[in-house]
């Protein structure tokens, strides 16, 4: 429950400081942010990023607690499982951000803690998702004879 109000708190916490040149100030960057940047100038593109790094997070969140208080049967785990590699999808995006951005050499970019902390969500819910009970096969899922 706790992912719950980590999730929002890890999308406005800054993943990343940036700059153009090393003498200039940093600006901070967060999830909320870059969205708000990509609404600006390419819609198609922000709405995959937000089910990606909003949705698809949360969702799987709130469907693994309704699954472990036994009020969502254990039949929907499959469909939790690919909302959670949706939004492992979403950090490897912004590691391969950092990496492109660092090996051209033009800015400077440093990782900051809401990039640990988003992270850090993703792993853990993943592990939650590991945890939760296993999907079992009722006697209207058995083939009939």
Known sequence: M???IAFPVAWFAPLMRAGLLPLFGLSEISVISGLQSLWQSDVALALLVT????????????GLALVHFDLLSTRVKPALSLLGKLA???????????????????GRIET???????TGCILIQLFLG????????????????
């Open 2 to 4: 706790a992912l719950l």
């Open 51 to 62: 089910f990606f790094a909003l949705f698809a997070p949360y969702v799987k969140t709130l």
């Open 88 to 106: 492992m999808a979403d950090i490897f995006l912004i590691a391969a951000y950092i990496t492109v951005a660092k090996g051209i050499g033009v």
């Open 112 to 118: 900051a803690w809401g990039l640990y902390l988003f």
């Open 130 to 145: 590991l945890l939760s009970p296993r999907t079992e096969k009722t006697a209207t899922d058995l083939p009939q004879n």
